[in-house]
């Protein structure tokens, strides 16, 4: 964590921890100040909480904006993992294997955590591109906060679960009143405070509820009456994001969405449900130039130049992938 100002380190924190001085919001924002800002509406899909669904959100706002015209850069900064970067990578060869013209975004990983590289990087592939989709790590880091420091939009996915809600902030349980803030709220603060006191707009920050289980009523009102809580202490905006489906990781070892099978009809059908789910979550993030009504998504049909071997192994592979969409 981060302390609270310039001056020193706060309660329990050593007052002298070089590293963390390094990374004051003062010092992130004077990194980045000096140098071109982007064109494009950046998005960064950050939680230190791992697992939450960062990589998920970030991959179906970007083929869902992809779908609706818009030109897309995606930068992976899990350098580790490299989820979005792998299903991004499968999408292009599923596109090429079955000669379907899939919209894609650009990728990148970033290979070096750098301020620096990032915006090198965003102006290297991305100078023409309308959003920059930023996947981070489940972990506070030198990046992750470069990278909110500079996005238009912040979403947070967070597991409708209490215990995912304390990276948020702290809530007494029998009172119900807010106790403090977490780690993570702390700093996405302190960068904001930061940014708009040298004379910048703040970002939007959006938390997105996650794998959520309607059969569970009890729990997720206490998760949302929470939430709206630390909405009022952290000053950010809760939107109902995601349901808990296999349908959204069903597909993505062969880099599709839900919001892509029209274009395949010959690999099965979406649920509508899906898609209306899908398309709420990006309308609900408000990004600029967006309409979900637009361009989206094109129907078309596999290229008659496709062999049928290459066809069959695909139709064959993801029949046994979706099989299990009605388990849950
Ligand atoms: N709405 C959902 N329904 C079903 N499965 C989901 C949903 N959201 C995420 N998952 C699954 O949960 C797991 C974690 O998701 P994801 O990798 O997107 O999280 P993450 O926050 O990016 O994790 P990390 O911090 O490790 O990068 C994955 O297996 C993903 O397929
Ligand atoms: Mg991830």
Redesign the pocket.
């Known amino acids: 964590m981060m302390p609270e100002s310039g001056r020193g380190a706060s309660a329990g924190r050593p007052a002298n921890d070089e590293r963390m001085r390094d990374e004051h919001p003062a010092v992130v924002l004077q990194d980045l100040e000096g140098r071109r800002r982007p064109a494009a509406h950046i998005v960064a899909?950050a939680?230190e909480?791992?697992?939450?669904?960062?990589?998920?959100?970030?991959?179906h706002c970007a083929v869902a904006l992809t779908h609706s015209g818009m030109k897309v850069l995606v930068v992976d900064c899990?350098r580790r993992?490299q989820?979005?970067h792998h299903f991004l990578e499968a999408r292009d060869g599923t596109a090429r294997a079955l000669r379907v013209p899939l919209p894609r975004p650009s990728h990148v990983v970033l290979d070096k955590q750098s301020g620096a590289l990032l915006l090198q990087e965003i102006e290297r592939v991305g100078r023409d591109c309308d959003y920059v989709l930023i996947?981070?790590?489940?972990?506070d880091s030198p990046i992750a906060r470069r990278a909110i420091a500079l996005a238009d939009t912040v979403v947070t996915?967070i597991n409708c679960s209490p215990t995912d809600l304390d990276a948020l902030g702290r809530i007494n349980a029998v009172t119900r009143r807010f106790r403090n803030p977490g780690p993570f709220a702390e700093m996405v603060t302190a960068l904001r405070s930061e940014r708009v006191g040298r004379g910048h707009t703040g970002f939007d920050w959006v938390v997105a509820t996650?794998?959520?289980r309607h059969c569970e009523h009890r729990l997720i009102a206490a998760v949302e009456a929470n939430l709206a809580t630390l909405a009022r202490h952290l000053g950010f905006r809760t939107i109902q994001?995601?349901?808990?489906?296999?349908?959204?990781?069903e597909l993505?070892p062969f880099g599709l969405t839900q919001l892509d099978l029209k274009m395949i009809p010959e690999l099965g059908a979406a649920r509508s449900t899906n898609l209306r789910e899908l398309r709420q979550m990006v309308e609900d993030l408000r990004l600029p130039c967006f309409s979900p009504r637009g361009r989206f998504p094109v129907a078309a049909r596999l290229n008659a130049a496709v062999t049928e071997r290459t066809a069959r192994n695909y139709r064959e592979a993801m029949t046994a992938a979706i099989t299990l969409r009605d388990t849950?």
């Open positions: 899909f939680n909480k791992g697992g939450v669904g960062k990589s998920t959100f970030a991959f899990d993992q989820s979005l996947d981070l790590a489940g972990q996915p996650n794998r959520v994001g995601l349901t808990e489906r296999i349908a959204y990781r993505l849950v």
